[in-house]
Nanobody
Framework: QVQLQESGPGLVKPSQTLSLTCTVSGGSITTNYYYWSWLRQPPGKGLEWMGA???????YYNPSLKSRTSISRDTSKNQFTLQLSSVTPEDTAVYYC????????????????WGQGTQVTVSS
């Protein structure tokens, strides 16, 4: 069974870069036709798709976040990473990694695999 686990700091200062890693077990991030995504849910708001990296390494970003977002992968560690630069308190959210055959998903049910989520707070 494929499992995803997010890791990274829970507190980030404004203007810094948020960096999160998703470690995948039970499956490979190079599996054909699978996309590995980052999503977030700010308090009191809906789920927001941030971006994805595909099985071939291609990347896809939410246009509203593209200028601040970078997603990369380490196939030797079976991990993919999110970097979000110039964070503000509005970036406070629970961040999720997920995977499925969709590039852009709007809800958990659209994905095959879903991490437990990690709270990130942006505050000085």
């Amino acid at each position: 069974q494929v499992q995803l686990q997010e890791s990274g700091p829970g507190l980030v200062k404004p203007s810094q870069t948020l960096s999160l890693t998703c470690t995948v077990s039970g499956g490979s991030i190079t599996t054909n036709y699978y996309y590995w995504s980052w999503l977030r849910q700010p308090p009191g708001k809906g789920l927001e798709w941030m971006g994805a990296i595909g099985y071939s390494g291609s990347t896809y970003y939410n246009p509203s976040l593209k200028s601040r977002t970078s997603i990369s992968r380490d196939t030797s560690k079976n991990q993919f990473t999110l970097q979000l630069s110039s964070v503000t308190p509005e970036d406070t959210a629970v961040y999720y990694c997920a995977s499925g055959t969709v590039i852009v998903g709007k809800s958990e049910r659209e994905y095959h695999y879903w991490g437990q989520g990690t709270q990130v707070t942006v505050s000085s």
